[in-house]
């Protein structure tokens, strides 16, 4: 009988093309995903991978198991979803991501409810870079996402996946406490003289974001610093080095010598869960999307500054 661990380590590798991008995605070492090959291969007494150069590449009889691995795994997870459904109890185990702002501002008020209200749910929490979720939501990498974008600038959301919106997230802008637009109530973008910009990292979603709000008020960007974490882009600002946009979401701490401005109009980031269509039915969930809804309610009129 084949073994369903030793066809996910299989599907694993036609769905990332080599063992150690599957090992990554499985949280599992090399060796144990070749081990689990190897011993495949004997169940079935065909060979399943050829050595390619220093990597391996699947052989056809592979490619048609991984595709049988694919359906069965697909049905597999629908049975276990099923069966949770008929109990109606929030339990087995759960895996969710989230882009780091949002671990810092909402996952760990999400994963106390969880705990307090389903202590029989296993949770496993990761973070991971916005533009990795979507793919491994889809792919069953993980159960459940937190995602976000920007108005204007949608996430595109494939069949067989859902989502619920979490919170509308204010970006303002933060400015050296010194600075003569500081003390405002409000700016626009078009107020900041010499553009002197410290922006997240070219093709993230924030940094393309920034780029699309700063030229739609017609001016052209002077990037003078790239930083991901937002705490180091607010030492920058204290620094006197630029201007930077911050969400309010997992800002954390604001240094002195810096001050947060709002923006008219307001830039809004949405955060968003985002689960397999097809697992919809398992309570745990429903429970973890009620929890991030909960954890998110303080967070809706959180002020500037």
Not at 141 to 167: C, F, H, K, T, Y
Request: proline share 7%.
């Amino acid at each position: 009988m084949l073994d369903l661990h030793r066809l996910k380590a299989l599907h694993a590798v036609a769905t990332y093309g080599s063992v150690g991008a599957a090992a990554e995605a499985l949280m599992v070492t090399p060796s144990a995903i070749s081990q689990q090959l190897a011993k495949l291969e004997r169940e079935t007494g065909a060979v399943l991978v050829e050595r390619n150069g220093r990597g391996v590449k699947l052989t056809d009889a592979a490619g048609l198991l991984a595709d049988h691995a694919e359906r069965i795994l697909a049905l597999v997870e629908t049975a276990e979803a099923d069966f949770e459904a008929l109990r109606g109890a929030v339990v087995g185990k759960l895996t969710m991501a989230a882009f780091p702002t949002a671990m810092r501002g909402i996952l760990p008020a999400t994963i106390s409810l969880l705990k307090e209200r389903h202590p029989e749910l296993n949770l496993l929490v990761q973070e991971r870079e916005p533009d990795r979720q979507v793919r491994d939501v889809t792919r069953g990498e993980i159960d459940l996402a937190v995602v976000q974008d920007w108005v204007n600038r949608p996430i595109a959301i494939p069949e067989g996946l859902s989502r619920a919106s979490l919170v509308a997230d204010v970006a303002d802008v933060a400015v050296p406490a010194d600075h003569e637009l500081a003390d405002r109530r409000e700016v626009a973008l078009a107020d900041l003289p010499g553009d002197q910009w410290i922006v997240s990292s070219p093709s993230t979603v924030c940094h393309d974001f920034l780029m699309f709000l700063i030229r739609s008020s017609e001016k052209e960007p002077s990037i003078v610093c790239t930083a991901d974490e937002y705490p180091s882009q607010l030492a920058m600002v204290a620094a006197g080095h630029g201007y930077a946009l911050i969400p309010r979401l997992g800002r954390g701490i604001v240094p002195e010598g810096v001050r947060l401005v709002p923006i008219a109009p307001r830039p809004i980031r949405r955060v968003y869960a985002l689960w397999r269509t097809d697992a919809a039915r398992r309570p745990a969930i429903r429970a973890a999307v009620e929890a991030l809804r909960t954890a998110c309610l303080p967070l809706e009129s959180e002020p500037a500054s």
